[in-house]
């Protein structure tokens, strides 16, 4: 039994049934849509992507791989004794073998008038599609939140044609993947878009209008600031969906913990995605990685390992590769220090093109990298890193302009990549 139907799901149902074609498989998930990619959330608000092109599979992807989906139904309780998940209906349904996958849901402040209407998150389909139905209707929108789910949530608004600004409580955007300069290029080039960008401060109450106080009519923030707005989306992050997990014997952090297997601490059960606490090959210890591809690779470790075939995760990482009002932007690992101890950080930055190179460097085996304006060489570095190559040798070349596959000695560059001389 499988409990969430997206990514990490998929990737679970792939794995088991290239070992095993024959055993049942049961999936449950709450959203009723078919198999839909959510970094494209932002797209589908815009207009630039219609659900048709957000399908990464088939709606016959199910029946193809003999999986009796329950889906639009929603898994209330498990009794791991008893070996069964409780549904909203009552039901109970047996499993020999379970995975939760049940991913991330929005963190929503306590905020004074947060259910009003014109007041969105922006994390799956249906709050995308109401979003969007919305933006025929108002035109003036306030973000609440800064991080990547807040910038991407601003340019699919902008792009739809409305006026927007974003509200950021810590003093610049993106702070989490991104260190102080890199943040203020995305700013200065969000800005130039038309975005306004308030940091430093939080939405305290949301308004209605004098006529129907039910409907946002603006925000008031921490320091007694109005500001007018037809819509507000909440995209302070995600937090994981692990009330399955609490009050059973199941371990649990900030995401249930799981080890290099995905198995969690009781026989037979597994965890995966953005529910979980799983290896990062980077900080070598266990932590939460809301990502779509981490999220997609423990679930294919995950259903390896239930269908026999003992396999190990790797670990996954911070990875953040986005573009986002024409720039790109790459981060990795440990892009933002606290203390420079131990670290070693190599730079390079040309304003003038917008372009900003970081590598962090421990014992000369690098553990972060930053790419602005310039990421052609993005698949090179993070090969490196993640196979964890001494580059002494050829450190100092890897922010330069030209940085390539010459660059690396010949021998190291025939391992790594099957290349010749």
């Avoid at 193809?64 to 309780?77: D, E, F, I, P, S």
């Avoid at 927007?164 to 130039?192: C, N, Y």
């Avoid at 090969?383 to 922010?399: A, G, S, T, Y």
Wanted: net charge positive; with cysteine.
């Amino acid at each position: 039994m499988i409990v969430g139907g997206s990514v990490g799901a998929i990737g679970a149902v792939e794995a088991i049934r290239e070992i095993d074609p024959l055993g049942t498989i049961t999936v449950i998930s709450a959203e009723p849509f078919p198999q839909y990619s959510r970094p494209m959330v932002a797209s589908y608000v815009s207009g630039e992507a219609t659900l048709e092109k957000m399908k990464y599979r088939d709606d016959q992807f199910w029946e193809k791989n003999k999986v009796q989906a329950l889906v639009g139904r929603k898994a209330m309780t498990i009794d791991l004794a008893g070996r069964y998940v409780v549904l909203d209906r009552g039901d109970k349904i047996s499993f020999g073998k379970l995975l939760i996958a049940t991913g991330g849901k929005p963190l929503v402040p306590k905020t004074e008038g947060v259910g009003k209407d014109g007041v969105f998150t922006f994390t799956d389909l249906t709050n995308a599609e109401n979003l969007r139905a919305k933006l025929k209707e108002g035109r003036t929108a306030v973000v609440i939140g800064g991080g990547l789910i807040g910038v991407s949530v601003a340019e699919a608004l902008v792009k739809s044609g409305a006026k927007v600004t974003i509200v950021e409580l810590r003093d610049r955007i993106l702070d989490l993947i991104l260190d102080e300069v890199a943040s203020k290029i995305v700013e200065k080039v969000i800005s130039e878009s038309g975005v306004a960008v308030v940091t430093g401060q939080t939405v305290q109450r949301i308004l209605g209008k004098s006529g129907d106080s039910r409907v946002v009519s603006g925000i008031v923030l921490a320091n007694g600031e109005e500001m007018p707005c037809d819509l507000v989306v909440i995209a302070i992050g995600v937090v994981p969906r692990t009330e399955l997990a609490v009050g059973t014997d199941l371990r649990v952090n900030n995401g249930v913990i799981v080890d290099r297997f995905m198995r969690t601490n009781i026989p037979d059960v597994y965890a995966c995605g953005d529910v979980a606490e799983a290896y990062d090959f980077i900080f070598e210890t266990n932590r939460l990685l809301p990502l779509w591809p981490v999220a997609h690779l423990g679930g294919r470790v995950a259903g390896l390992n239930m269908a026999g075939k003992k396999t190990e995760y790797p670990g996954g990482t911070l990875m953040s590769a986005l573009k986002y009002f024409g720039l790109p932007v790459i981060s990795v690992g440990m892009t933002v220090l606290e203390k420079s101890n131990g670290y070693e950080v190599l730079v390079d930055h040309r304003p003038a093109g917008n372009v900003y190179k970081k590598i962090v460097l421990k014992n000369d085996v690098m553990v972060g990298m930053t790419l602005v304006g310039n990421i052609e060489r993005a698949g090179i570095i993070f090969h490196l890193m993640k196979n964890r190559v001494n580059v002494r040798q050829f450190k100092r070349e890897l922010v330069s302009e030209d940085f390539g596959l010459i660059n690396i000695p010949a021998p190291l560059r025939k391992k790594l990549f099957m290349m010749g001389d």
